[in-house]
């Protein structure tokens, strides 16, 4: 996919998991927010030219991204929406602890796609 397919399909998985946590289905939302999050991160790194071929990468590009950006809270956005993934396989997050993953996981994606044709890969 090109960075821009990565980008919408984020964008459409983002909506899709508002609509599924509003139905309650905390489980199928939490890993559609991941998916989001790892279509947004796919979408930056091959736009950089980087492959995402496994889970490691997504946190490779993460801590590139992060120091690139000089913006830490990338890491920790990033964490919340692998909580997210492991929730969809344990059911672990508690519900006092959801708003604040779901926040953050949902806030990184406008965060890296506004980087998107803006840096063409250059650190800023």
Do not use: C
């Not at 609509?19 to 091959?46: D, K, P, Y």
């Not at 909580?83 to 969809?88: G, I, S």
């Not at 604040?100 to 650190?123: C, F, K, W």
Request: aromatic residues 8%.
């Amino acid at each position: 996919m090109l960075p821009a397919e990565h980008a919408q399909t984020a964008i459409e998985m983002q909506e899709r998991a508002e609509q599924e946590f509003a139905s309650g289905n905390r489980l199928i939302a939490s890993e559609i927010l991941w998916g989001a999050v790892a279509h947004t991160v796919m979408a930056v790194a091959s736009e950089r030219g980087w492959p995402i071929d496994s889970h490691g990468a997504f946190r490779a590009s993460i801590r590139q991204l992060s120091r690139d950006y000089h913006d830490p809270s990338l890491i920790t956005f990033f964490d919340s929406a692998e909580k997210l993934h492991e929730n969809f396989y344990h059911n672990n997050i508690p519900d006092g602890a959801m708003p604040q993953r779901r926040r953050q996981s949902e806030a990184l994606i406008p965060r890296l796609l506004a980087r998107l044709g803006s840096d063409n890969g250059v650190p800023g």
